[in-house]
């Protein structure tokens, strides 16, 4: 069991949080959207609940771009690093499992989006659950 809270921010160390409970779940999402915002094949993220997330510093940095078919995507105005994402002011955060400073103490258990998966980095044989689109879980 990781030690709480859970502490994480952006590359600039402008962003800092905490993470008062433990993520619920964790997974990649291979969308097209999350390979633009992150120059990656896949996003790695956790679920965290709106009232365990806490902004430590750098509030004033946090900027979110709203896409009209999708959840915010929120990172640091200052050095551009990816924080989370979210539907709701008030819902969960998709926190960027690369934002946290150590192990948040979660794996991803399924891939979703899977048939817009990069051309140019094969899926892993590791056994995830796989989607094609959204997980419906």
């Known amino acids: ?24 779940i964790a997974s990649y999402c291979h969308c097209t959207r999350c390979q633009r915002r992150s120059g990656t094949a896949a996003s790695a993220s956790a679920l965290v609940p709106f009232h365990a997330l806490r902004i430590v510093s750098g509030e004033g940095l946090i900027r979110c771009w ?19 994402a979210k539907r709701e002011e008030d819902g969960p955060r998709f926190v960027r499992l690369g934002a946290f400073d150590g192990d948040p103490g979660i794996r991803p258990l399924y ?4 048939a817009y998966a ?7 044989d590791d056994g995830l659950r796989r989607f094609p689109e959204a997980c419906p879980l």
């Open 118 to 124: 990069a051309v140019w980095e094969p899926l892993p």
């Open 111 to 114: 891939r979703e989006y899977v």
């Open 66 to 84: 709203q896409p009209p078919d999708g959840a915010a995507k929120c990172f640091c105005s200052e050095c551009g690093a990816h924080l989370w």
């Open 1 to 24: 069991m990781t030690e709480l809270p859970l502490t994480g921010g952006c590359l600039c160390g402008g962003v800092r949080f905490e993470v008062t409970e433990p993520p619920s």
